[in-house]
């Protein structure tokens, strides 16, 4: 059988830099056989680990254990794994050796991506993806089953689906539009929304041979013209809208690790409190904004909907990078994510972006900065990217209905006259355009 071809997303980069904050972030679960490979190395005689507890039982898993200082028990006070330093790489458990790429198989291909979470991959520091090739097709025969070549693709709408080859064009037609370099950043997001709310119509027997490129072509037409004409200067979502896109950001901002399990009855109320306090807050949208991570600088609400201009530069570059990757690595939906179908992981996606970029003013406002600095929307993009796709309440009905009301119907506002009748051949409605609410969600200037 041939080796599939893997696919890495451009301009992003990666080598870990002994950071370790995804050690004491992340549980890592070992299986039988790695526990027995850890046991057999005796850490009982090392004296950095003599008399500590190494793994914890679960009910149907084993992880391992955390240190005094909430990290994993193998970390040394250098930041370095111990594991790795004594017996080298290979022996360390799959978690570890695979964070923070992620392998998607889409038929013939491996799809490559990385988290955000992780700062070398937020500030592009390290090697190109591709210079990872060997190591990454070799770790690819753990990782991904036996069958992988032929795994079904995610639904596409609802539970209509489309090949595999039929999907990566549509995913490559939005690649094109995000780096189209003739627009501003939030202009392309802006023409990505409206080629997602056009799959959301197109009649799927039209998106099979000829009729994929004829949508393509007109879709892509429409959105960018779209874009170009679309009134950035709206007001902030008001209502449900404002409200729901709060209880997101709430979300977003929140930061459980796995130290917080181990706590006292007493702390684990106290903290469940408190979380409630700053929900209600977030509800309100007034006053100073909660502090829901223990660095995060006291800014008035109020202050944020004021403008910092567009992301440019370094700024815009971080962000394409953020989104080339999603998109090229097809972590966006299926079971990557949640196993949602490819339309509704989009609306997901695109969502992230002014969660990103209202996070990187409440950084940027901290600092009684005036721009949005490349630091500031990086450190964003870190936080966004740590529950995107890992974070359990995200899959929810509930969360996964907020994304889809911040984006339905009802928040759109079809153009009176549209000389789209070629499109409307292929969709079952005219092309719709950004309304208040999304345009104001990614308003930025």
Not at 203 to 211: A, P, Q, W
Request: charged content about 25%; hydrophobic content about 40%.
């Amino acid at each position: 059988m041939a080796k599939p071809r893997f696919v890495f997303p451009e301009g992003q980069c990666y080598d870990c830099h002994s950071c370790a904050l995804c050690c004491p972030a992340y549980e890592i679960g070992v299986t039988a056989a790695e526990k027995q490979r850890l046991v057999e190395q005796r850490w009982e005689e090392d004296a950095a680990t003599a008399g500590q507890q190494l793994f914890v039982e679960r009910k149907r898993d084993t992880v391992l254990a955390l240190g005094e200082r909430g990290s994993c028990v193998f970390l040394d006070d250098w930041n370095l794994c111990r594991i790795h330093a004594k017996f080298g790489e290979p022996t360390k458990p799959l978690g570890c050796r695979a964070y923070p790429f992620g392998l998607v198989p889409t038929g013939h291909e491996v799809r490559v991506s990385v988290r955000f979470d992780c700062p070398s991959v937020a500030a592009n520091q390290g090697r190109s993806l591709a210079e990872h090739r060997p190591w990454l097709e070799a770790l690819s025969s753990e990782v991904l089953p036996p069958n992988a070549g032929e795994l079904a693709p995610p639904a596409f709408r609802g539970e209509q689906r489309l090949e595999w080859s039929q999907l990566r064009r549509l995913t490559n037609a939005l690649l094109g539009v995000l780096t189209n370099q003739e627009l501003s950043f939030t202009r392309r997001l802006i023409a990505c929304v409206t080629m997602t709310h056009l799959m959301r119509r197109a009649k799927v027997d039209k998106l099979t041979g000829g009729g994929l490129k004829e949508f393509l072509q007109l879709s892509e037409e429409v959105s960018l013209k779209d874009a170009e004409a679309e009134d950035l200067d709206t007001p902030a979502p008001t209502g449900r809208g404002g409200l729901l896109f709060r209880q997101s950001l709430a979300l977003y901002g929140r930061r459980d690790l796995p130290s917080d399990v181990l706590r006292s009855a007493r702390h684990t109320a106290a903290r469940t409190g408190g979380r409630f306090r700053q929900a209600l807050r977030f509800v309100r949208g007034r006053g100073t904004v909660p502090a829901l991570q223990p660095d995060f600088p006291e800014v008035d609400f109020l202050a944020l909907e004021e403008p910092l201009g567009e992301p440019a530069g370094e700024s815009a570059e971080a962000l394409l990078r953020f989104y080339t990757g999603k998109l090229t690595g097809m972590t966006f939906c299926g079971r990557a994510y949640y196993h949602v179908p490819f339309v509704e992981g989009l609306y997901g996606l695109w969502l992230t972006y002014p969660v990103a970029l209202w996070y990187a003013r409440l950084f940027a406002r901290g600092d009684a900065r005036t721009r949005l600095a490349p630091e500031f929307v990086q450190r964003a993009l870190r936080l966004v990217d740590w529950h995107h796709g890992r974070t359990p309440a995200f899959g929810t009905r509930s969360e996964r209905g907020r994304a889809a009301f911040l984006s339905s119907e009802g928040l759109v506002v079809k153009p009176a006259i549209h000389d789209f009748a070629a499109i409307s051949t292929i969709c079952a409605l005219s092309a719709p355009s950004v309304n208040s609410l999304i345009a104001s969600v990614f308003n930025v200037t």
